[in-house]
T-cell receptor, first 113, second 114 residues
Framework: GDSVTQMEGPVTLSEEAFLTINCTYT??????LFWYVQYPGEGLQLLLKATKADDKGSNKGFEATYRKETTSFHLEKGSVQVSDSAVYFC????????????FGKGTTLSVSS | DGGITQSPKYLFRKEGQNVTLSCEQNLNHDAMYWYRQDPGQGLRLIYYSQIVNDFQKGDIAEGYSVSREKKESFPLTVTSAQKNPTAFYLC?????????????FGEGSWLTVV
């Protein structure tokens, strides 16, 4: 079945370090891809998305490119801040009515000053 | 402000009891969802609804029930048949299902069995 695999955490970085969180997917069709962020004790917020191959989603300094050839959607940020500490979820959904999001297990990021 | 409101934030359930988690949205969205989050497990879909008076089972529907009598409301009942209900429950909505629609989440409800 369809699935999303993320790198295991926790990821621990110092402030201003470069961030990469790997995400790969398995899908039978052509899904849209998403990154969501969850701050402690809160719900999920959409961080960025890409709806077709080679699209780049970006928001708040984060970027991810939809790579069909490698079935990947890695999240990157050039310089992380303490406030970026959260759990990050990669997800996919199909461009069809009647489908919901399929999530990865989440990657915890901890940034220290 | 538009958004999704879940209540209660924290709920304790005794063994053998049914409990209902409330979810209300004022975004005029057609589709609504319930997810369960366990540590290290990510989010798993319980039920979703594309339109009023219609809903479908997700991956882990056993022991749960829902209703969709109004567009803005999608309550989740955790029944006594759910063997391990302690978890964080997230309600969500989108304009429609699929089609790359952004799904918006509520703040979540913590359910603990005592």
């Amino acid at each position: 079945g369809d699935s999303v695999t993320q790198m295991e955490g926790p990821v621990t970085l110092s402030e201003e370090a470069f961030l990469t969180i790997n995400c790969t997917y398995t899908a039978t069709g052509y899904p849209s891809l998403f990154w969501y962020v969850q701050y402690p004790g809160e719900g999920l917020q959409l961080l960025l998305k890409a709806t077709k191959a080679d699209d780049k989603g970006s928001n708040k300094g984060f970027e991810a490119t939809y790579r069909k050839e490698t079935t990947s959607f890695h999240l990157e940020k050039g310089s992380v801040q303490v406030s970026d500490s959260a759990v990050y979820f990669c997800a996919l959904s199909y461009n069809q009515a009647g489908t919901a999001l399929i999530f990865g297990k989440g990657t915890t990021l901890s940034v220290s000053s | 402000d538009g958004g999704i409101t879940q209540s209660p934030k924290y709920l304790f359930r005794k063994e053998g009891q049914n409990v209902t988690l409330s979810c209300e949205q004022n975004l005029n969205h057609d589709a609504m969802y319930w997810y369960r989050q366990d540590p290290g497990q990510g989010l798993r879909l319980i039920y979703y609804s594309q339109i009023v008076n219609d809903f479908q089972k997700g991956d882990i529907a056993e022991g749960y029930s829902v209703s969709r009598e109004k567009k803005e409301s999608f309550p989740l009942t955790v029944t006594s048949a759910q063997k391990n209900p302690t978890a964080f429950y997230l309600c969500a909505s989108s304009a429609r299902t699929g089609i790359g629609n952004t799904i918006y989440f509520g703040e979540g409800s913590w359910l603990t069995v005592v």
